[in-house]
């Protein structure tokens, strides 16, 4: 019998510059003709799922709040913060960008009905929750053996590596630069990479981190922390030509080093001098905002550079269906492999509210990640 409630996280801003997360039961629509009914077993809490979560609240205000929910927490907007979140005033914004379930009701669409009892991986919203009606095309079926929890990530973080590496592509670059490069996301891509033969520069915070992806065989790991930083990211792009940066940081100097490190490397076998700088085009885009604070630019890197912003949603409705196709089956093709994500914790539905456990999830540390499995009780 085909479910028509589903218990499902929902956040939403208020006049008082509050934000509240709560579970609440809402009405779980029957399934068109196209569309599948996922019962959900496993879904991340990636970095981009918080600014739906809490908003950019001061996560030290944390609290548990009865009088929204039986399972409600509620935080605090600073006036900076809540001017951005005007818009979202009195939305019940569902969460969970992604996750992964089994199928368990079907339109009568022959797409449909192919999917009964699959194992699938979803994107698209509301992904927190115990079961999700979506169309039976944003479904990616995983190969049989797979379980709901290695289809949990299947779209966010691999897309996001074979996206970078096919922008490199598309804009001519010969390689790259990647800050949190210890990440789940930022392993995949050195495997890709490797496996590609791609030159790949990793830029790490730690020791412990350096030598993790030592391990998966990074030939040229950068760590912020070390007095010869800078000397040893522009050893790094001189060997390897890399004039493409990804940075998951957002906020501080990181992506002006990044490129000062790249006007470095493309001197250091210029012929002659030039006030503007090298011709060769450096571009840093920001992804990620794991520091909140600006971006800072420090323009000692010529004339040829650019930064900008990069959205995976974005990148996916840009580039040809084929081309969209062909990333999504290599992720279904090495999902336990490549693609492969590790997780700090799991927690049910309401565990995702206990103040304790927001404030570790919270944190965006690089190599922590949480898992909700909303079978959980």
């Keep these: 019998m085909t479910p028509t409630q589903t218990l499902q996280l929902h956040s939403t801003v208020h006049e008082d510059s509050t934000v509240t997360l709560a579970l609440v039961e809402v009405d779980l629509p029957a399934p068109g ?40 927490v509620r935080a605090t907007l600073s006036p900076e913060v809540m001017q951005g979140a005007t818009g979202r005033i ?23 009905q192919a999917l009964l009892g ?22 990616l079926v995983l190969p049989e053996g ?14 996001t590596a074979l996206g970078m590496v096919e922008t490199m592509r598309m804009e001519g670059h010969t390689g790259l630069v990647h800050t949190a490069a210890a990440s789940n996301l930022g392993q995949m891509l050195q495997k890709i990479c490797t496996a590609d033969g791609i030159p790949l ?40 030509g890399a004039t493409l940066g990804f940075d998951a940081t957002g906020g501080g100097a990181l992506t002006s080093h990044i490129l000062a490190a790249m006007e ?5 076998d210029a012929k002659t001098f030039s006030r503007y700088g090298s011709t060769v085009h450096k571009q840093v885009y920001v992804y990620g905002s794991l520091e909140d604070g600006p971006t800072l630019l420090h323009r000692t890197y010529g004339m040829s550079w650019g930064v900008g912003g990069w959205l995976l949603t974005n990148f996916l409705r840009d ?9 999504k089956n290599r992720v279904a093709t090495e999902i336990k492999t490549t693609f492969a994500s590790h997780y700090t914790k799991v927690v049910s539905l309401s565990g995702a509210l206990n103040p304790d456990e927001i404030a570790q999830y919270s944190k965006r540390a690089t190599g922590q990640k949480y898992l909700i499995d909303p079978t959980r009780a």
């Design 33 to 72: 003709a196209d569309d599948v009914v996922v019962r959900m077993e496993a879904a991340p809490i990636n970095p981009s799922d918080l600014g739906v979560m809490f908003a950019r609240a001061d996560m030290s205000t944390v609290v548990s709040d009865a009088s929204v929910a039986t399972h409600a």
């Design 90 to 112: 009195g939305l019940a914004i569902p969460a969970g960008n992604e996750g992964g379930g089994v199928v368990v009701a079907a339109g009568t669409s022959d797409a449909a």
């Design 118 to 139: 699959k194992v699938v991986g979803i994107r698209g919203g509301a992904m927190y929750a115990q079961y999700r009606c979506i169309a039976a095309q944003d479904c």
């Design 146 to 159: 797979t379980a709901p929890v290695d289809a949990a990530s299947c779209f966010v973080n691999p897309l």
């Design 201 to 240: 520069v990793n830029i790490v915070r730690k020791p412990e981190q350096a030598d993790l992806m030592r391990g998966l065989g990074a030939a040229h790991v950068c760590d912020t922390s070390q007095p010869a930083f800078m000397e040893d990211l522009t050893t790094a792009l001189a060997e390897t």
């Design 264 to 268: 470095s490397a493309a001197n250091r």
């Design 319 to 327: 580039i040809p269906p084929a081309t969209a196709d062909r990333l």
